[in-house]
């Protein structure tokens, strides 16, 4: 069985200081071809969704980001709950939706992956209607799905 491992994607901060961190590290696993799969719902890294094909470069230990190959398709969006409390709700819509999510707890992110073969519209419905009502706010991170079949 083929090992995960790390990759680490550095992180550029904006004028508010977001992200928090400097780094963040996905899980992957590698390749026959010498590059890696993405295994992860990126909370930070932007472009990047779970399935993607990316490769890397050696620095001492560490696998570092190099570039994105070959995009799996799939939309990643963070989620920022008003209440935290609300957080394990929203996070059973999601999947009620046949979206995977993760949960950081540290920043109160939900980090939320819409496969490839689902149709976004539902998400795009829900969340739209969650952000009206006040209840969260949206970050696209990386959105690959056609949006004029989701209309």
Known sequence: MVEHQKIIFRLERDEDGYPPLDYERLWATPLSNGNYLIDSIPFFVM?????????????GNNLVFEKLLKPSGASTFRLVPA????????????????????????????????????????????????????VLDVEEGALRHDLEDAA
């Open 47 to 59: 472009g990047i969704s779970d399935g993607d094909e990316v490769s890397v470069n050696r620095e």
């Open 83 to 134: 209440n935290p409390e609300m957080s394990a709700k929203v996070r059973a819509d999601i999947e009620a939706l046949g979206c995977s999510s993760e949960y950081n707890q540290h920043v109160g992110l939900i980090a939320v992956e819409v496969p490839a073969s689902r149709s976004i519209q539902p998400f795009l419905d829900y969340i739209v209607e969650k952000r009206e009502e006040g």
